[in-house]
């Protein structure tokens, strides 16, 4: 059984750093994409990181955000820097088959969830 299970999230001051860890189980990363999503209250779930063939971010992110893997763990990470309010969100991993499905705000495979809040 594929599972995701995401961690690291915590309350942070603005313009801290924060890394979140995915962990992979029931299959292994390197035929998979993987990808970071984020829900803000009120808001719609939206796209922030992917790692496939290519590393894509969103542009709202792109310059203080990191996402990286490491296959031996099966585990993905999203460094976050710089962080901003608006970067509080409950964010998601997830896994498919291709980075663009990623792009696209699709996945197969879902984790439950970290909550993310920038504060001072």
């Known amino acids: 059984q594929m599972r995701l299970v995401e961690s690291g999230g915590a309350v942070v001051q603005p313009g801290g750093s924060l890394t979140l860890s995915c962990a992979a189980s029931?299959?292994?990363?390197?035929?998979?994409?993987m990808g970071w999503f984020r829900q803000a209250p009120g808001k719609e779930r939206e796209f922030v990181a992917g790692?496939?063939?290519?590393?894509y971010y969103a542009d709202s992110v792109k310059g203080r955000f990191t996402i990286s893997r490491d296959n031996v763990k099966n585990t993905v990470y999203l460094h976050m820097s710089g962080l901003k309010p608006e970067d509080t969100a409950v964010y998601f991993c997830?896994?498919?088959?291709?980075?663009?499905?990623?792009?696209?705000?699709?996945?197969?495979?879902w984790g439950q969830g970290t909550q993310v809040t920038v504060s001072s």
């Open positions: 997830a896994a498919t088959t291709s980075i663009w499905v990623l792009v696209r705000n699709e996945a197969d495979y």
């Open positions: 029931g299959f292994t990363l390197d035929y998979h994409a």
């Open positions: 790692i496939g063939s290519v590393r």
